[in-house]
């Protein structure tokens, strides 16, 4: 039991370790060769941790040969056009000028339905209100709305607006982020007199507090949750 549990693990910790190295994508967003391979080093290497009798080296050396496999593509595909364009293929423009491309739709065989859905999904439900829909190798579709149904934003009407960055997390569920602290070149000392002022003494009863760019301080409690 004990040999099994050990290369349960060590099986798990290079299949993490190996997907991780593989880049942050999710599911949906793996290119088909990807998706390939990650099915493959799943099934491998379930075999091994099935099967004590056969050699953990037998799921090992197959998992790091893909891993090796794809990072080469991978690189490959940084450096060439052409080859990136075979293996991941090339985005098919299924509505283009506010027309839908028939003869792209059949060659991408990405039926009205599927299209009409994805575009409820993304907040169109009138294609006529649509200008370019763009199936990516990924299978995701970006839709560009017409100019006349785009969003209105403060550009449009001349409206100055401040710079807007990330709220940096100062404390996240009762610990308190001093890196973050530090980059931002502010204290402990300074985020408890600052919590202090709103009548919190306890950092743990903190659930998430951050500081965005305009120098405002948002918390939350455990209690409010």
């Keep these: 039991m004990l040999i099994v549990f050990i290369r349960t693990f060590i099986l798990y910790s290079v ?10 994508r999710q599911i949906g967003q793996l ?3 990807e998706l390939v391979i990650a099915i493959m080093i ?22 790091l040969t893909l891993f090796f496999i794809q990072v080469s593509i991978s690189f490959l595909s940084l450096k ?3 080859f990136r364009s075979l293996m991941d293929g090339r985005p098919s423009v299924l509505v283009s000028g506010g027309k839908i491309q028939i003869k792209e739709m059949y060659k991408a065989r990405f039926n009205l339905d599927e299209l009409l859905e994805q575009l409820r999904i993304k907040g169109y439900a009138n294609i006529a209100d649509v200008e370019f829909v763009i ?48 980059k931002i070149n ?7 007199n600052k919590l202090a002022e709103f009548g919190i003494t306890d950092i743990k009863r903190v659930f998430l507090a951050s500081l965005d760019t305009q120098g405002k301080l948002f918390y939350q409690t455990k209690e409010e949750g």
């Design 186 to 192: 502010l204290d402990e000392k300074w985020l408890r």
């Design 80 to 82: 060439n056009n052409w």
């Design 15 to 24: 299949v993490v370790l190996t997907v991780r190295l593989m880049g942050k």
């Design 42 to 63: 799943a099934e491998l290497a379930s075999v091994p941790m099935e099967d004590k009798n056969i050699p953990l080296i037998n799921g090992l050396i197959p998992i």
């Design 135 to 182: 199936l990516e190798p990924s299978g995701n579709l970006s839709v560009i709305p017409k100019s006349q149904k785009r969003p209105i934003t403060a550009e449009d009407l001349n409206i100055d607006t401040q710079y807007e960055g990330l709220p940096i997390p100062l404390i996240m569920d009762g610990k308190i982020e001093y890196r973050n602290l530090i």
């Design 31 to 33: 290119e088909p060769y």
